[in-house]
T-cell receptor, first 114, second 110 residues
Framework: EAGVTQFPSHSVIEKGQTVTLRCDPI?????LYWYRRVMGKEIKFLLH????????ESGMPNNRFLAERTGGTYSTLKVQPAELEDSGVYFC????????????FGSGTRLTVV | DQQVKQNSPSLSVQEGRISILNCDYT??????FLWYKKYPAEGPTFLISISSIKDKNEDGRFTVFLNKSAKHLSLHIVPSQPGDSAVYFC?????????FGTGTSLTVIP
């Protein structure tokens, strides 16, 4: 069974540009989560999808971040325009039931804004 | 406002000895606690969990202890092995949301 796949694995962009991160959850997992780890700090929740619906987006930092999950399969997280403080590692996770059991993380996308 | 804290950013232990990683939390509504292990360039992987109604859970070389009155949990690894070298994240669950600590980087010295 394929795990949670994220790409790109690394992205370096200039301040003001746009970047789109993609997450492919484990097939059949209705729950999809985005997290972010800024350098040396905790991994912080961004938002939670159940199928294509946003269940909880309380962790989204501001309106420069837009997450979508059209069709309830893969998800994208767009940052537009990117700022220096957006640099960090963005993790995606998925689960079938919504609980911690079977909650699987992807390997993350390291975003560097210069 | 950080609800889960790991105050030791790093820890070094000799192979064969015990590793003790600590975690404190502030929210008494957390009902599940987990430890995740992370290697470089990989996502966190689940290691062990404990329900808030228990005070100890053991799985092989890994034991998690929960002290609810102190809002403190710890992960014991014994004996420590070089392959245990990684960053360990403490996490707590409230609803569907995970709250993570900042991680402790464990180095097991051969």
């Amino acid at each position: 069974e394929a795990g949670v796949t994220q790409f790109p694995s690394h992205s370096v962009i200039e301040k003001g540009q746009t970047v789109t991160l993609r997450c492919d959850p484990i097939s059949g997992h209705d729950n999809l989560y985005w997290y972010r780890r800024v350098m040396g700090k905790e991994i912080k929740f961004l938002l939670h999808f159940v199928k294509e619906s946003k269940q909880d987006e309380s962790g989204m930092p501001n309106n420069r971040f837009l997450a979508e999950r059209t069709g309830g399969t893969y998800s994208t997280l767009k940052v537009q325009p990117a700022e220096l403080e957006d640099s960090g590692v963005y993790f995606c996770a998925s689960s079938q039931s919504g609980g911690y059991y079977g909650y699987t993380f992807g390997s993350g996308t390291r975003l560097t804004v210069v | 406002d950080q609800q889960v804290k790991q105050n030791s950013p790093s820890l070094s232990v000799q192979e064969g000895r015990i590793s003790i990683l600590n975690c404190d939390y502030t929210n008494s509504m957390f009902d599940y606690f987990l430890w995740y292990k992370k290697y470089p360039a990989e996502g966190p992987t689940f290691l062990i969990s404990i329900s808030s109604i228990k005070d100890k859970n053991e799985d092989g070389r890994f034991t998690v202890f929960l002290n609810k009155s102190a809002k403190h949990l710890s992960l014991h690894i014994v004996p420590s092995q070089p392959g245990d070298s990684a960053v360990y994240f403490c996490a707590a669950i409230s609803g569907n949301q995970f709250y993570f600590g900042t991680g402790t980087s464990l180095t097991v010295i051969p």
